[in-house]
Nanobody, 123 residues
């Protein structure tokens, strides 16, 4: 089992920034591919960003490319999501996820999930 705890959400104005953190415990963090997803009320959970355990390569949803940056610190067993130039449409609950061998990032590709942290962007 991997336990994931997200933090860093909050209320921010359009154009502002937030940095989300997700700290893992329970298994060797460096063995897992990590991802961020988000879910707005009444909508499905969507992929945001992912980072591989092997080479640290990253992939992003088109809607956040150039604005969001995912990174990881294996020594701190933490993955981050730096969110800049936030827009009202970024409002959602953001979830961290861990998977042993993630090919194409999707909800089904990840094995463990956190409880999420709320991000609200006001216009």
């Amino acid at each position: 089992q991997v336990q994931l705890v997200e933090s860093g959400g909050g209320l921010v104005q359009t154009g502002g920034s937030l940095r989300l953190s997700c700290t893992a415990s329970g298994r060797t963090f460096s063995n897992y591919d990590m991802g961020w997803f988000r879910q707005a009320p009444g909508k499905v959970r969507n992929f945001v960003a992912a980072i591989r355990r092997t080479d640290g390569s990253t992939v992003y949803a088109d809607s956040v490319k150039g604005r969001f940056t995912i990174s990881r610190d294996n020594a701190k067993t933490t993955v981050y999501l730096q969110m800049d130039n936030l827009r009202p449409e970024d409002t959602a609950r953001y979830y961290c996820a861990a998977g042993r061998s993630v090919g194409r990032p999707s909800v089904r590709a990840y094995d463990f999930w956190g409880q999420g942290t709320q991000v609200t962007v006001s216009s």
